[in-house]
Protein backbone atom coordinates (compact mmCIF):
# COMPACT_ATOMS: atom_id res chain seq x y z
CA UNK A 1 0.00 0.00 0.00
CA UNK A 2 1.23 3.21 -0.55
CA UNK A 3 1.66 6.22 1.65
CA UNK A 4 3.57 9.80 1.74
CA UNK A 5 3.85 10.73 5.64
CA UNK A 6 4.80 14.52 6.10
CA UNK A 7 6.48 15.21 9.31
CA UNK A 8 7.52 19.43 10.31
CA UNK A 9 5.72 22.03 10.07
CA UNK A 10 4.79 24.26 13.07
CA UNK A 11 4.20 27.95 14.47
CA UNK A 12 6.92 30.40 13.97
CA UNK A 13 8.06 33.79 13.56
CA UNK A 14 8.82 35.61 10.27
CA UNK A 15 12.02 35.42 9.29
CA UNK A 16 12.34 31.99 10.86
CA UNK A 17 13.00 28.47 8.96
CA UNK A 18 11.45 25.43 9.11
CA UNK A 19 11.73 21.74 7.70
CA UNK A 20 9.26 20.08 6.06
CA UNK A 21 10.37 16.00 5.67
CA UNK A 22 8.53 13.24 3.32
CA UNK A 23 8.72 9.53 3.15
CA UNK A 24 6.98 7.97 -0.08
CA UNK A 25 6.71 4.15 0.82
CA UNK A 26 4.78 1.36 -0.66
CA UNK A 27 4.85 1.13 -4.71
CA UNK A 28 7.05 -0.50 -7.56
CA UNK A 29 8.96 2.04 -8.48
CA UNK A 30 12.35 2.03 -6.91
CA UNK A 31 12.15 6.14 -7.12
CA UNK A 32 10.20 8.84 -7.73
CA UNK A 33 9.72 12.83 -9.00
CA UNK A 34 8.62 14.23 -5.41
CA UNK A 35 6.98 17.37 -5.14
CA UNK A 36 5.33 20.29 -2.39
CA UNK A 37 2.92 22.11 -2.98
CA UNK A 38 0.48 24.50 -0.68
CA UNK A 39 -3.13 25.09 0.27
CA UNK A 40 -4.85 28.33 1.82
CA UNK A 41 -8.27 27.51 2.73
CA UNK A 42 -10.53 28.75 -0.04
CA UNK A 43 -7.81 29.20 -2.47
CA UNK A 44 -6.38 26.81 -4.73
CA UNK A 45 -3.82 24.17 -3.77
CA UNK A 46 -0.23 25.41 -5.52
CA UNK A 47 3.27 24.00 -6.89
CA UNK A 48 6.10 25.00 -4.39
CA UNK A 49 9.08 23.02 -5.33
CA UNK A 50 9.81 19.39 -6.68
CA UNK A 51 13.33 17.49 -7.48
CA UNK A 52 14.28 14.81 -9.95
CA UNK A 53 13.84 11.31 -10.07
CA UNK A 54 17.11 11.29 -12.48
CA UNK A 55 19.54 13.49 -11.22
CA UNK A 56 17.66 15.17 -7.97
CA UNK A 57 17.68 18.94 -10.02
CA UNK A 58 15.01 20.83 -7.95
CA UNK A 59 12.52 23.32 -9.67
CA UNK A 60 10.84 25.80 -7.44
CA UNK A 61 7.56 28.67 -7.29
CA UNK A 62 9.17 31.76 -7.87
CA UNK A 63 7.50 32.67 -5.16
CA UNK A 64 10.16 30.67 -2.65
CA UNK A 65 13.08 30.56 -5.03
CA UNK A 66 16.03 31.97 -2.82
CA UNK A 67 14.06 31.21 0.46
CA UNK A 68 13.35 27.15 0.17
CA UNK A 69 15.41 24.55 -0.72
CA UNK A 70 14.43 20.93 -1.73
CA UNK A 71 16.85 17.88 -1.44
CA UNK A 72 16.73 13.82 -0.43
CA UNK A 73 17.93 12.74 2.82
CA UNK A 74 19.58 9.25 1.59
CA UNK A 75 16.75 7.63 -0.01
CA UNK A 76 15.61 8.24 -3.50
CA UNK A 77 11.60 7.99 -1.97
CA UNK A 78 12.06 11.28 0.39
CA UNK A 79 12.24 14.80 -0.14
CA UNK A 80 12.60 16.95 2.34
CA UNK A 81 11.54 20.98 2.19
CA UNK A 82 13.92 23.62 3.80
CA UNK A 83 12.19 26.78 4.46
CA UNK A 84 14.01 29.60 5.51
CA UNK A 85 13.00 33.23 5.90
CA UNK A 86 9.46 32.58 6.58
CA UNK A 87 6.89 35.07 5.39
CA UNK A 88 3.25 35.51 6.45
CA UNK A 89 2.40 34.83 3.42
CA UNK A 90 3.84 31.12 3.20
CA UNK A 91 1.51 30.35 5.82
CA UNK A 92 -0.80 27.17 4.43
CA UNK A 93 -1.18 23.57 4.40
CA UNK A 94 2.11 22.31 2.53
CA UNK A 95 1.46 18.67 1.18
CA UNK A 96 3.98 16.29 -0.15
CA UNK A 97 3.61 14.20 -3.52
CA UNK A 98 5.06 11.67 -5.04
CA UNK A 99 5.58 9.84 -8.77
CA UNK A 100 4.44 13.21 -10.71
CA UNK A 101 5.96 14.12 -14.27
CA UNK A 102 8.76 16.70 -14.10
CA UNK A 103 9.40 18.86 -17.17
CA UNK A 104 11.47 21.98 -16.89
CA UNK A 105 9.47 24.22 -16.05
CA UNK A 106 6.36 22.57 -14.22
CA UNK A 107 5.87 19.56 -12.05
CA UNK A 108 2.36 17.53 -12.64
CA UNK A 109 1.68 15.98 -10.00
CA UNK A 110 0.38 12.44 -9.57
CA UNK A 111 -3.48 12.80 -8.61
CA UNK A 112 -3.14 9.60 -6.44
CA UNK A 113 -0.15 10.03 -4.20
CA UNK A 114 -0.58 12.97 -1.70
CA UNK A 115 0.69 12.97 1.86
CA UNK A 116 -1.92 14.20 4.75
CA UNK A 117 -0.09 17.97 5.20
CA UNK A 118 1.22 19.55 7.63
CA UNK A 119 0.40 23.09 8.67
CA UNK A 120 3.10 25.79 8.34
CA UNK A 121 1.96 28.94 10.11
CA UNK A 122 4.28 32.22 10.16
CA UNK A 123 3.26 35.25 12.59
CA UNK A 124 4.17 39.03 11.85
Known amino acids: QVQLVESGGGLVQTGASLRLSCVFS????????MGWFRQDPGKEREFVAA????????LYAHSVEGRFTIFRDNDKNTASLQLNDLRPEDTATYYC?????????????????WGQGTQVTVSS
Open 97 to 113: NGGGTLFDDRYLPNRNF
Open 26 to 33: GGTDSDRN
Open 51 to 58: ISRFDDTP
